[in-house]
Nanobody, 121 residues
Framework: VQLVESGGGSVQAGGSLNLSCVFT????????MGWFRQAPQHEREGVAT????????YYVDSVKDRFTISQDDAKKTLYLQMTNLRPEDTGVYYC????????????????WGRGTQVTVS
């Protein structure tokens, strides 16, 4: 399984960014894919996940109504649309995947991308 993120950058508060993650080698029928982030001197935390079998989505409270996770099976791409960005959204954003249900425990995810930097000032 390989995951490759793109789309990070620097924006002002209130701005928007769209992240993408191209995935290969994943049997997507019963897997969970998600976006996690890590700010400097903080632990990696879950942001949003999607269960590929049903399309059910889950968000951490701090990003609800601002971020949207989605997937395109044909393009084998996971997306994260981020709006109304805040300085506290700054961090390296990682795409991750696991076989099984969704949660926000980083230790449960077997596959990770290298991350893309998001900076909000």
């Amino acid at each position: 399984v390989q995951l490759v993120e793109s789309g990070g950058g620097s924006v002002q508060a209130g701005g928007s960014l769209n992240l993408s993650c191209v995935f290969t080698g994943l049997t997507e029928n019963w897997s969970c894919m998600g976006w996690f982030r890590q700010a400097p001197q903080h632990e990696r935390e879950g942001v949003a996940t999607i269960f590929t079998g049903t399309g059910a989505t889950y968000y951490v409270d701090s990003v609800k109504d601002r971020f949207t996770i989605s997937q395109d099976d044909a393009k084998k791409t996971l997306y994260l649309q981020m709006t109304n960005l805040r300085p506290e959204d700054t961090g390296v954003y990682y795409c991750a995947a696991r076989y099984g249900g969704c949660n926000f425990r980083t230790s449960d995810y077997n596959y990770w991308g290298r991350g893309t930097q998001v900076t909000v000032s």
